[in-house]
């Protein structure tokens, strides 16, 4: 199941790319998991993705939570909260 993962803002800035395409590894099966297993691989991951109160999530272009599953997923965006102004 390969997914195309979409980095915006400072997440984009503390990976130095703003996509990839992944296959989580079996076990890996909500948003939750997915940055969990992310933040593993160290450096900018770790650092980008340590504070999920920090990040919001939205799949094939839709908010969701970091309860959602992946099933069927084809796209995950990761940004900080977008404020108004």
Request: no cysteine.
């Amino acid at each position: 199941m390969a997914i195309e993962l979409l980095y915006f803002a400072w997440v984009r800035e503390a990976l130095g790319r703003d996509a990839e395409t992944i296959e989580p590894p079996d076990g890996v099966e909500t948003v939750d998991a997915l940055i969990d297993w992310l933040a593993a691989r160290g450096g900018g991951y770790a650092e980008a993705l340590a504070d999920k109160e920090r990040l919001r999530v939205a799949i094939d272009q839709e908010f969701a939570g970091f309860d959602a599953p992946l099933a069927g997923v084809r796209e995950i965006a990761l940004f900080p909260p977008v404020t108004g102004g």
